[in-house]
């Protein structure tokens, strides 16, 4: 199995309907299967979350997946196949549920069967994040149920640490942080694993972290790179601001700032951003191809 497929009763059981009425919808066009070469209808787990997401069915999402266990085969047929939206949904119905345990089993399994990092963050993590947020705006997701979801998400992340290969230190010093006001640091998490997977020393100044003290920490350890994340959109003014401030202590070291994460993403074409951020990384697999020379940052003269 590589694959997870459901039947039409199965279809019609969890979404409490009769068998006729899954067979119009697929009729119709509204929900997609594909029928094997003896006629029967199958549903991708995938085509059923959109089907839900669309017609905004009123289906607890806890219920929507079943229990899927992790496997070394099938997880290593997934990665062959790169069938990453499968992934993706078993990663979200784990989510969902409240199971790091579950989550960190994945993850693990991916990586440690040839996955990267930067594509489990990309192609399984941020997909199912963003599930989450749809289905929240949606008003199918409460809020606790969110919060459940991303903290779960968080701390499976968080306890991937002690699973990835750390290589030697590659003697780059890279300061981290998440925009002042944004707490939503699953991807900071996420980046701090990744760049320590490549030998980076990370100082990860986590969440909502004011532009002082990020300049503050720049003077004290000098690092080669600056990463500022945020999650969602923030006022250009305040943004041109702490990019100033930051800036101001780096770029006489001869450090880069980057910048990431889907809150920059509206605000990139403002002139007043211009010249104000070295590089703009929209995937982790950007964040991870990013080779900037580890030698020691220029002392800032007195």
Known sequence: MTE?????????????????TVKRWTDEGKLRCFRTPGGHRKFRAEDLYQFMAEYNYAVSPSEFFPRYASDETIIRGMIAGKEFNVLDSVCFSAAIKGNKDELLRLFSEAYRNGMSLQLIFDEVLRPSVKKVFDLHQSGKLQLSEKQLALTSLSNAIVLLTDVITRPVPDGRRIVCAMVEHDFEDLDLKALNILLESQGAEVLNLGPGCPASSVAQLIRQKQPHLVFLLASSPHPVDEVVSEHHLILSELHPLNGKLIIGGSGYAPILSEPLLEGLYDRYCSTFKEFALLRFPAEQPKKKEP
Request: no cysteine.
């Open 4 to 20: 997870l497929l459901f039947t039409t009763k199965d279809v019609a059981d969890m979404l409490r309907v009769d068998k006729s």
